[in-house]
């Protein structure tokens, strides 16, 4: 996995809405609207206008509230500079005015002169920070493209994993016609989000809801099933692997021993389905699915049936089962 660089100018870019949307526009230093972050967080920086620059988290976004601006006024009033130009001899990322406020003059003619980004919000200072960390998470988080299928059946994110043929695609289009969602097809990107959540998306969001059906060709789901067929991402909860039925290998019938596969270091549950003809895997899908939301819910179907035998064996019904048939004949 390469690491990528993220600037301020891909900040501004950014096509958020709703909850997401940051509202920011660049009111000064454009020529450093190159500068990358690379720190997903935030700082406000009340002491180091004060003149107190140890530990100052220059990395950050900068983010200047009432209380700052307020400050630059008395500065700017009091005809003294030196601070601000002090300030701006680190190589901050941007600085951040909220509120719709207003930097003062001095402040945007150093800024321009040390070519860092002022942006403006109308956020307030605490919206801001919360939505720029979640946005942060998300664009900073590990990343890799995995081979495969992203469904959502249930509520639970499947993926689907195989050998090329093993009928991937397939099961994923019966899941669909019976009401289930398609995440993405063939190439899936998942990311490793707040540490302990893997979610997935199409690898290219132009294509993801197509569908390559051998035989048949590629396939628009969205516009053959409509558009409550399709999602644009989902966590992955669940990855089951397809591969071909192996009459000398011995597959697990009761499924007391829960497999996990690691993702970005985050165990996620396994399941090993084998495919031969005959095999409903559509319906066996739908049945993992359940079986593992009930899981979370902390019933689990496997260990409540190995308790109900062991009381059946304690209580001397299997032993009279045993001993007591006729085998006359």
Do not use: C, P, Q
């Given at each position: 996995m390469t690491e990528k660089k993220f600037t301020v100018l891909d900040l501004l870019e950014l096509d958020l809405q709703g909850h997401d949307s940051l509202n920011l526009k660049c009111v000064s230093g454009r020529r450093g609207l190159t500068r990358a972050l690379t720190v997903p967080d935030v700082n406000r920086p009340g002491l180091a206008l004060s003149g107190f620059y140890e530990a100052f988290a220059f990395q950050r976004v900068q983010v200047f509230g009432r209380g700052e601006t307020a400050y630059l006024k008395k500065l700017q009033e009091e005809g003294n500079s030196e601070i601000i130009q002090k300030l701006f001899t680190y190589q901050m990322p941007c600085c951040v005015f909220t509120h719709n406020l207003e930097p003062t003059q001095?402040?945007?003619?150093?800024?321009?002169?040390?070519?860092c980004p002022i942006l403006q919000t109308d956020l307030e200072s605490s919206d801001f920070s919360s939505r720029l960390l979640r946005v942060a998470s998300n664009v900073f988080a590990p990343k890799k493209t995995m081979h495969g299928v992203l469904v959502d059946v249930y509520g639970l994110g499947i993926f689907l994993s195989g050998h090329s043929g093993v009928g991937k695609s397939e099961a994923a289009l019966e899941l669909v016609e019976r009401g289930h969602r398609?995440?993405?097809?063939?190439?899936?990107?998942?990311r490793c989000v707040n540490g302990n959540t893997i979610l997935g998306q199409g690898a290219n969001t132009q294509i993801s809801?197509?569908?390559?059906?051998?035989?048949?060709?590629i396939i628009n789901v969205s516009q053959m099933y409509g558009i409550g067929s399709i999602r644009n991402q989902k966590e992955v909860q669940?990855?089951?692997?397809?591969?071909?039925?192996?009459?000398?290998?011995?597959?697990?019938r009761i499924g007391t021993e829960q497999k996990f596969v690691e993702l970005f270091g985050v165990k996620v549950p396994l399941i090993e389905i084998p495919v031969k003809p005959g095999r409903n895997l559509p319906i066996i899908l739908e049945a993992a699915a359940k079986n593992e939301r009930l899981k979370r819910m902390g019933y689990y179907s496997a260990k409540d049936f190995n308790q109900n035998i062991l009381k059946w064996i304690e209580t001397g019904e299997a032993q009279a089962v045993y001993y007591g048939g006729d085998d006359s004949y």
């Open positions: 001095e402040f945007l003619k150093i800024s321009e002169e040390a070519n398609l995440v993405a097809d063939d190439i899936v990107e998942l809801h197509h569908m390559e059906i051998r035989g048949l060709g669940l990855v089951v692997n397809l591969e071909e039925w192996d009459s000398t290998k011995i597959y697990d």
